[in-house]
């Protein structure tokens, strides 16, 4: 069972003028087998939300904390997050150029199981996602994100969370610069993972789209670094109709 809670989360990005404050208290807690959709405006913060909890060394935690079945991640080194069961799915995935896809997911399995699969069943699970995401066998030699195109980088971070199998997973927009057939593809696949019923799921757009094919169990409005309101489905369903900008101007007003 994996529970992922957020509490009062403040977080800087470090630019070169110094730090930047951009996450102002974010609190959210995410039970087994709920998928919550973060939805906000361009710049809200939403990516260094991710980029913070996963601990990518250009951002920083001023306070707050983010555990994972309990355990503390801020304190922990991005492979230990990793390990501790945190998976994120990032809005620009890093090209890995002579490194396999194959290669790539069997360390990354190895880091995170404590020892290498074995060989003749790691092939052919990779075979399975791979197929379940509807990418070619050969998409497994290929060096990872050289060349990929926006659906193929999306389709193998999902394949990675197949069989990855983490605890919690943070996708940041998941959904965009996709066309219809790999949205519906991404999406079945997230459906799947979410399935598994113990896992705890950040889903995080700019759209709405994604949730016609997606059942968010919370649906969160994101402005100016925190969550200014929370809802089910019906929350997507008006800001598809209304837009952001009730929020900004409050946000703005506010400021
Ligand atoms: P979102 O994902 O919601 O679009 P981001 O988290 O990417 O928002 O960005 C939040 C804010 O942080 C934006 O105002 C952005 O300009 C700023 N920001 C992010 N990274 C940097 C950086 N490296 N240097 C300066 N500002 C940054
Ligand atoms: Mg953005
Ligand atoms: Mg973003």
Same mark, same amino acid.
């Given at each position: 069972? =994996?529970? *992922?809670?957020?509490?009062?989360?403040?977080?800087?990005?470090?630019?070169?003028?110094?730090?930047?404050?951009? *996450?102002?208290?974010?609190?959210?807690?995410i039970?087994?087998?709920?998928?919550?959709?973060?939805?906000?405006?361009?710049?809200?913060?939403?990516?260094?939300?991710?980029?913070?909890?996963?601990?990518?060394?250009?951002?920083?935690?001023?306070?707050?904390s983010?555990?994972?079945?309990?355990?503390?991640?801020?304190? !922990?080194?991005?492979?230990?997050?990793?390990?501790?069961? !945190?998976?994120?799915?990032?809005?620009?995935?890093?090209?890995?150029?002579?490194? =396999?896809?194959?290669?790539? *997911?069997?360390?990354?399995?190895?880091?995170?199981?404590?020892?290498?699969?074995?060989?003749?069943?790691?092939?052919?699970? #990779?075979?399975?996602?791979?197929?379940?995401?509807? !990418?070619?066998?050969?998409?497994?030699?290929?060096? #990872?994100?050289?060349?990929f195109?926006?659906?193929?980088?999306?389709?193998?971070?999902?394949?990675?969370?197949?069989?990855?199998?983490?605890?919690?997973?943070?996708?940041?927009?998941?959904? =965009?610069?996709?066309?219809?057939?790999?949205?519906?593809?991404?999406s079945?696949?997230?459906?799947r993972?979410?399935?598994?019923?113990?896992?705890?799921?950040?889903?995080?757009?700019?759209?709405?789209?994604?949730?016609?094919?997606?059942?968010?169990?919370?649906?969160? #409005?994101?402005?100016?670094?925190?969550?200014?309101?929370?809802?089910?489905?019906?929350?997507?369903?008006? !800001?598809?109709?209304?837009?952001?900008?009730?929020?900004?101007?409050?946000?703005?007003?506010?400021?």
């Amino acid at each position: 069972m =994996s529970t *992922l809670v957020i509490t009062d989360l403040h977080a800087d990005v470090l630019t070169e003028d110094g730090p930047k404050q951009i *996450l102002k208290g974010v609190n959210l807690t995410i039970n087994p087998g709920e998928i919550h959709a973060i939805m906000g405006p361009n710049g809200s913060g939403k990516s260094t939300l991710a980029y913070a909890i996963a601990g990518h060394p250009k951002y920083e935690i001023t306070t707050g904390s983010v555990t994972l079945d309990g355990v503390e991640l801020t304190e !922990l080194s991005v492979d230990e997050r990793a390990k501790a069961g !945190l998976y994120l799915a990032m809005q620009y995935p890093v090209e890995v150029p002579g490194v =396999s896809v194959s290669n790539f *997911l069997r360390t990354a399995k190895t880091a995170l199981d404590g020892e290498a699969p074995k060989l003749r069943h790691w092939v052919k699970d #990779v075979e399975k996602a791979l197929e379940g995401m509807q !990418l070619d066998k050969s998409f497994a030699s290929r060096s #990872v994100n050289e060349g990929f195109s926006g659906g193929e980088k999306k389709r193998h971070e999902i394949a990675q969370l197949e069989l990855l199998n983490p605890k919690a997973a943070i996708l940041d927009e998941t959904d =965009s610069g996709l066309d219809i057939d790999a949205l519906r593809v991404v999406s079945d696949g997230v459906n799947r993972f979410a399935e598994k019923g113990d896992r705890a799921m950040v889903l995080i757009t700019h759209y709405t789209r994604i949730l016609r094919y997606i059942d968010p169990t919370f649906v969160h #409005v994101f402005v100016d670094g925190h969550i200014v309101e929370s809802g089910g489905r019906e929350l997507a369903d008006k !800001l598809e109709a209304n837009g952001y900008e009730e929020y900004t101007k409050a946000a703005a007003a506010a400021a």
